[in-house]
């Protein structure tokens, strides 16, 4: 056994009774009177040690794990992910900025993906030497020549295959059948790697598959790198040998918490997947995001007020929508924990924020431990898609966010102010 797989599932814990909410050794209390709320806090120590699940899992094969950015873009954390062996997968120009901000040497260890990369995208991505391009249609990958050609700079690249396969998943973030914008439908695979075969400006480097987000069984996996693993063989017939295979990422967290696994969980989608490459010797490209960072962060927010409308209770936390709007965007579940519990008996409340929307909560017909004015509360599980989603609006600065590293807390983002708000804008005074 080891010691990853009997760790509790989030980082986020009460060491004592009465000691309040901790994020590994450090107290939650303490990070708000120092850094205000609301508050981004992260574990480096649970961002890590998925990493090494993933990195261990297959250890039979070459592999290299491309941590997906858009996940959560944190400088520091990509530095610290790059300092731990991960590549990335990017989808902008402005991500792949970010990547070599935090890690200068990584361009050879990043992968791009996306629908519509612009040909200022691409010479960047090719200037920068990156691993490959995944290319999602036939018209990107004659962009994609034509730029490799302009630059001299053969591009490597791997066709995003479509494999329709059903992933249960929302259905904003399932990309693997037919009808989605993502990818090349991979009946067609075989002849648009062909048709490229003698072009000198391109390469034929890898296969790539996606098939969407927080997507809770190996089964789909599987069955896609199946599909994807059968065109590398006729690939292979037709003398178009590939370096390797990128299984995507997707693999999705218990946003319920409870009893999860993630060393089990892992072990599963490995196992899926070795099945499905039985045979298979080159090398393994994976691209999680969400089960990195997911359950390493949690958002910390003020209550402002609680408030009675006819037969609800609301409380009014000092977050909202714009800081974490996967509760709007995706009816997505997050649990709500008190940072100091008070005694009492738990009442049903609406958790919301002050942006004026309806769609600005956290969570609806919640039992929670009796909340005041001036408590803090944490909402877990906010580690991806969480700062990585959030916006201005209402003219709100986004939070501060901090990293925990053993018995240290840094802050790795300071809170935006007005000004930077102001900033960009061009406007005339008139006297
Ligand atoms: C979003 C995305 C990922 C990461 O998905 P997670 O669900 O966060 O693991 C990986 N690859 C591609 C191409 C993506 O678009």
Redesign the pocket.
């Known amino acids: 056994m080891t010691s990853a797989s009997t760790a509790s599932p989030r980082p986020f814990h009460i060491p004592q009774p009465g000691s309040g909410l901790y994020c590994g050794a450090v107290s939650l209390g303490k990070l708000a009177r120092q850094f205000g709320t609301p508050l981004y806090v992260y574990s480096a120590d649970q961002i890590l040690e998925r990493l090494r699940l993933f990195q261990q899992a297959f250890a039979g094969h070459d592999t290299l794990v491309c941590y997906?950015v858009?996940?959560n873009s944190a400088l520091a954390i990509l530095a610290l992910l790059a300092q731990h062996g991960a590549g990335f997968?990017i989808?902008s120009g402005g991500e792949l900025e970010r990547v070599l901000a935090a890690a200068p040497d990584s361009a050879g260890r990043v992968v791009f993906?996306?629908v519509g990369k612009t040909p200022a995208e691409m010479d960047f991505a090719l200037e920068s030497g990156i691993l490959e391009f995944?290319v999602e249609s036939e018209a990107e990958l004659e962009l994609l020549a034509d730029r490799a050609r302009r630059l001299k700079r053969k591009a490597r690249f791997a066709l995003?295959v479509n494999p329709d396969v059903f992933a249960e998943t929302h259905p904003y973030?399932s990309?693997g059948l037919r009808e989605h914008k993502f990818g090349i439908d991979i009946r067609r695979g075989l002849a648009l790697y062909k048709s490229v075969a003698g072009n000198r400006w391109l390469e034929a480097h890898g296969i790539?598959v996606?098939i969407?987000?927080?997507?809770r069984s190996a089964d789909p996996f599987g069955a896609a790198l199946e599909r994807v693993h059968r065109l590398v063989r006729q690939l292979d017939r037709a003398g178009i040998p590939l370096c390797s295979i990128d299984a995507?990422?997707?693999?999705?967290i218990d946003y319920h918490g409870g009893s999860f696994d993630a060393a089990a969980k892992v072990r599963e989608y490995a196992q899926a997947l070795e099945n499905a490459l039985d045979g298979y010797t080159g090398r393994l490209l994976l691209?999680?995001?969400?089960?990195l960072v997911a359950q390493a962060g949690a958002l910390l927010a003020r209550v402002l007020h609680v408030k009675r409308n006819g037969s609800k209770t609301f409380v009014i936390t000092d977050a909202a929508m714009n800081d974490l709007i996967r509760p709007a965007l995706y009816q997505a579940h997050h649990e709500i924990v008190p940072v100091r519990p008070r005694a009492g008996k738990p009442r049903v409340v609406d958790v919301v924020g002050p942006v004026c929307e309806s769609g600005d909560f956290f969570a609806r017909d919640r039992s929670l431990a009796p909340l005041a004015p001036g408590d803090l509360i944490a909402l877990l599980d906010a580690g991806?898609?969480g700062m990585a989603q959030s916006s201005n609006y209402n003219t709100r600065p986004r939070p501060a966010e901090v990293l925990v590293e053993g018995r240290k807390a840094r802050l790795i983002r300071r809170r935006e102010t007005i000004a930077d708000l102001l900033a960009p804008e061009i406007h005339v005074i008139e006297d």
Not at 212 to 215: L, M
Not at 248 to 252: E, T
């Open positions: 997906a858009k996940a997968d989808v993906s996306g995944n995003r973030i990309t790539s996606h969407g987000s927080q997507i995507g990422g997707g693999l999705g691209e999680p995001g969400r089960f991806a898609y």
